[in-house]
């Protein structure tokens, strides 16, 4: 039984041409750290970076939505490669949606990574939906 389930999956991600990722909660830790100055800042993971590098490699493409306005969001994603960031998004499936149109990439060619609630709204246009371990239990439920 397990092994057809990762059959499935493998077969599904051979079609995938567009990541898309969430920032906050898959590419951080998802705090938001304030000094005191009221300054924020995110701790991003350099794992996360290196996939990201290798996924860019193999020619596939890169978008990051989030519907956190923060410029050190768009600084890291610059610094790995990823060319489409949409940020302050409120509709995560309206702006994915413009994105596959603009690359000409169907639901089937399409993963999204998120975590939490605000990202389940993507789930009918894409493939594949992932989330990492301490997601939104109604995330990884789906």
């Known amino acids: 039984m397990i092994y057809k389930k990762f059959r499935k999956i493998f077969s599904l991600m051979k079609k995938i041409k567009l990541v898309i990722i969430d920032c906050d909660g898959v590419m951080t830790d998802g705090g ?3 000094n005191k100055n ?3 800042f995110r701790r991003f993971d350099v794992k996360d970076g290196l996939g990201i590098k290798l996924l860019n490699s193999k020619k596939i493409h890169i978008a990051c939505i989030s519907g956190s306005n923060s410029t050190i969001l768009e600084i890291r994603a610059k610094s790995l490669g990823i060319e489409i960031i949409k940020k302050g ?3 995560k499936l309206i702006e994915l949606k413009k994105i596959q149109k603009e690359l000409n990439y169907g639901s089937d060619e399409t993963i999204f ?3 939490d609630i ?3 709204k993507v789930i009918e246009a894409v493939s594949i939906f992932a989330v990492p371990c301490d997601a939104h239990k109604a995330c990884k439920k789906k």
């Open 38 to 40: 009221g300054e924020s």
């Open 113 to 115: 990574l998120g975590d």
């Open 32 to 34: 938001i750290y304030i």
């Open 118 to 120: 605000n990202d389940l």
């Open 89 to 91: 998004v409120s509709d």
